[in-house]
């Protein structure tokens, strides 16, 4: 696609309920990010992959969150019993190599967990 | 730890002024910064970068001024519209060879342009 695409934009789900966040990059870009944007503060990093490989997951908070990626293009980002903390925008960002100049955001997913 | 921040929160600028935001950062080890501005219900778009052996970088309308000595970054926006209202990060990375170029991003500062 022309841009990165995120869905769903928008999740309301009850505290202690799994939730998948969906994440297509651009085409043919290798790379790509998933970052956490809590209200008012800046971005933090969750999880990297270069193709269907994740070699940094060191940002993921606990072991509720999980991501995979298939075919080097669609990534999927899972909360397992969500809790109330896990509110904020999850936003997936993908480049053509892995440089950071190269990011392009999607708009995010913003979930509230209630 | 690795922190990047910014002095103001919130700064509001007459249209036509030209706008200045801060961010300090805490890795003298950082490769190159990049400015990105945030418009609501949007993913941050890239604005600029700088280069650790840069000291300035100028792009449309836009400055950014990296001082290495004290650890200090800055965007200046000249001749402010409307438009740039938005939420402007600044972010550091460290080139690791082919390792993950993470980001790490500052809290944000909130510009808004009165008309």
């Known amino acids: 696609g022309a841009g990165v695409s995120q869905s769903p934009s928008n999740k309301v789900t009850e505290k202690g309920k799994d939730v998948e966040l969906r994440c297509d990059p651009i085409?043919?870009?290798?790379?790509l990010y998933w970052y956490r944007q809590s209200l008012g503060q800046g971005l933090e990093f969750l999880i990297y992959f270069q193709g269907n490989s994740a070699p940094d997951k060191s940002g993921l908070p606990s072991d509720r969150f999980s991501a995979e990626r298939t075919g080097g293009s669609v990534s999927t980002l899972t909360i397992q019993r969500t809790q109330q903390e896990d509110s904020a925008v999850y936003l997936c960002?993908?480049?053509?190599?892995?440089?950071?100049?190269?990011?392009?955001f999607g708009s995010g997913t913003r979930l509230t967990v209630v | 730890g690795e922190s990047v921040g910014l002095h103001l929160p919130t700064l509001s600028v007459q249209e036509g002024d030209n706008s200045i935001i801060n961010c300090a950062y805490s890795n003298s080890a950082s490769d190159y910064f990049i400015w990105y501005k945030q418009e609501s219900g949007k993913g941050p778009q890239f604005i600029i970068d700088?280069?650790?052996?840069?000291d300035k970088r100028q792009g449309q309308r836009v400055t950014v001024l990296l001082n290495k000595t004290v650890k200090h970054l800055s965007l200046q926006i000249a001749a402010t519209q409307p438009g740039d209202s938005a939420v402007y990060f600044c972010a550091e990375n460290t080139l690791k060879g082919q390792g993950a170029q993470k980001l790490v991003f500052g809290q944000g500062t909130r510009l808004t342009i009165n008309p």
């Open positions: 960002a993908s480049s053509l190599t892995g440089g950071a100049l190269g990011y392009t």
């Open positions: 085409s043919g870009h290798t790379a």
């Open positions: 700088i280069r650790s052996n840069m």
